[in-house]
């Protein structure tokens, strides 16, 4: 049996934060010593937990012995756990977001940056710049799972791009402003042709960022625009299709290789633990779905959140869950090691609205999570589900 080294992560936040939902506040991240391995590098602070700590006991000494930071276990929640598997050791980074701490005055050097106390250097930065730092490759995730967010709405199918567009607008005034960004767009819209999406697309990509957001095609590769989005999904026909590309076109998926920039983001569908191997080898967070049955994919399996979270706990990316769900559903995600949900009618009135009957068969639940990862498997025909 592999040897598991737990490690508790902190991402602590400026007290000055106004909301916990708020991807504007500051975060504290300390540089390591040269002599160190991976030296010079910035990192979130941490380390071991020891024999018979919890994670939260495990912050507090930590904090306290290389900050002389006090928090509180109550101001903590968790935010992403991050595996990695090597040949003689498996690895968790247990990663926590920390509020209300209190740095001791002393350590103060001017009003952004500190020393702590083990003479590392020590620097609050804002979280929209922390991809100006260099971190270890495994700090990758955290800072996505930091600068994502909790919702993402889908746009509701329809043949009429100004239906979608007023759709769309509606959720935005609704969900996200600029001092609070909560939810991001994802224009999913297979009834459209390309000149119809991509046109549509450059509306909604003004729309989105006047509201704060940001918008996500869901598309075929080869629609795709950098210039008027901020990332793409691909769900798993779209993937299909992009990777028997050939390098003719301008932009493809040959040899597993990333297909957009990396300062766009890149989602992508997943069903089961097959598929979740191929995605976080390329994209910066997944879509996990069906959770729930859907009255738009009803021969899809349902995962149940049993089958979501196997997937979440190998996953070393942010999850969301897709399929079913309501917004009261963020926090049973959260639960269950997920960012937050994806869907299309719990974020849209008219849509939710024409769902007369709710499915209540919880009944597989309580199944022992070593059947779960069986039961995630899918059919071909499955795997067309459009998440």
């Known amino acids: 049996m592999k040897k598991l080294v737990h490690v508790a992560v902190a991402v602590i936040f400026d007290s000055a934060l106004k909301s916990l939902d708020s991807n504007k506040g500051r975060v504290l991240i300390a540089k390591r010593a040269v002599h160190q391995h991976q030296g010079g590098l910035w990192e979130f602070p941490g380390g071991k937990i020891e024999a018979g700590e919890s994670v939260q006991v ?11 930071l006090q928090c509180s276990i109550d101001d903590m929640q968790p935010l992403i756990s991050i595996p990695f598997n090597y040949s003689d050791k498996s690895v968790l980074l247990d990663v926590w977001s920390v509020y209300s701490a209190e740095m001791p005055a002393a350590s103060i050097d001017t009003e952004d940056s500190f020393v702590g106390k083990e003479g590392q250097p020590l620097l609050w930065v804002d979280q929209d710049e922390l991809g100006r730092y260099e971190f270890p490759a495994a700090n990758k995730a955290i800072i996505n799972a930091l600068l994502l967010p909790k919702k993402i709405a889908i746009s509701e199918d329809s043949e009429n791009p100004d239906f979608i567009l007023t759709q769309v607008a509606n959720t935005l005034k609704k969900h996200c402003n600029k001092e609070n ?82 300062t766009q983001w890149l989602s992508m569908a997943c069903h089961n633990l097959d598929e979740l ?58 639960a269950h090691g997920g960012q937050g949900i994806a869907g299309i009618s719990c974020f849209n009135e008219t849509a939710a609205s024409k769902d007369i009957t709710k499915n209540t068969k919880e009944s597989t639940e309580e199944k022992n999570i070593e059947n779960v990862e069986d039961s995630i498997e899918v059919s071909n025909e499955e795997k067309s589900y459009e998440g």
């Open 181 to 262: 960004p909560k939810v991001w767009i994802q224009l999913r819209a297979p009834r459209l042709n390309q000149m119809q999406y991509t046109q549509l697309a450059m509306k909604l990509y003004g729309i989105c960022h006047e509201a704060g957001s940001k918008l996500i095609w869901n598309c075929l590769l080869d629609w795709y625009q950098v210039a008027f989005a901020d990332g793409l999904h691909l769900s798993g026909l779209n993937y299909a299709e992009a990777s028997s590309i050939k390098s003719s076109t301008h932009i493809n998926i040959e040899n597993n290789k990333r297909p957009i920039p990396l």
């Open 58 to 68: 495990a912050l507090q000494r930590e904090l306290e012995e290389e900050l002389g």
């Open 277 to 334: 191997e191929v995605a976080q080898e390329l994209a910066d967070y997944i879509l996990v779905s069906p959770v729930k049955e859907t009255k738009t994919h009803p021969q899809a399996n349902a995962l149940t959140w049993s089958g979501f979270k196997v997937i979440s706990e190998k996953s070393r990316i942010p999850c969301y869950a897709l399929g079913g769900l309501e917004i009261v559903d963020i926090c049973v995600s959260q």
